[in-house]
């Protein structure tokens, strides 16, 4: 049966890799079957920057790593497409302002080209994506279509929510936005 792609950019990754392990490359549903993916550019990016090397040490681990090593596919053509679909996203984003990064734009890029929902809390990215018509889902979004599908139980979504909290490291919209889509109020931090 063949499964949908979809890309997480750095944030979704992070908030979610190390409690839903292993997160790639894994099916999951029954009569629709998705398939979770980051960029290669997210390892760049880990590398480049000390402050999420410090905050997320755990990615660096070898069981991380090689969840990561399995990159979606991107045929020569899609790469051509890519890299000149780059400069015109990244202008437009700087000519509206957007604090939106390289490794973000390249995401938004790679997903706007494979026609594929990226999954992205930055609500830079999301007014850049909806600018080009880039399918996006929220992580909490990501989290209502596993528990949806029984790839997880609510209780892991309450406890990495509880995390998120206590690490201070909530999405935009966070208490809306868990309510709507699980019906409850948010845990408290723990």
């Not at 949908?4 to 292993?22: E, G, Q």
């Not at 997210?42 to 990159?71: G, H, I, M, P, T």
Request: glycine fraction near 4%.
């Amino acid at each position: 049966m063949a499964h949908t792609n979809i890309l997480l950019d750095s944030n979704a990754y992070f908030r979610l890799a190390r409690s839903i392990h292993p997160l790639l490359n894994q099916e999951f549903g029954d009569t629709k079957r998705y398939r979770l993916y980051v960029i290669a550019d997210l390892e760049k990016e880990f590398a480049r920057s000390r402050r999420l090397q410090n905050k997320f040490s755990w990615v660096d681990a070898q069981e991380y790593r090689d969840n990561r090593a399995c990159k979606i596919q991107i045929s020569r053509k899609e790469q051509k497409v890519i890299k000149q679909t780059y400069d015109y996203i990244a202008n437009h984003a700087r000519s509206e302002g957007l604090g939106t990064s390289y490794v973000d734009i390249m995401a938004l890029v790679t997903a706007h080209v494979l026609d594929i929902q990226i999954v992205t809390d930055d609500q830079d990215m999301l007014a850049l994506a909806d600018a080009f018509g880039i399918a996006t889902s929220t992580t909490l979004g990501l989290m209502h279509l596993m528990l949806d599908t029984k790839h997880i139980e609510m209780d892991v979504v309450r406890q990495i929510c509880e995390y998120w909290q206590y690490e201070r490291d909530i999405p935009a919209n966070f208490r809306r936005d868990y309510s709507t889509l699980f019906g409850e109020e948010p845990p408290p931090p723990f």
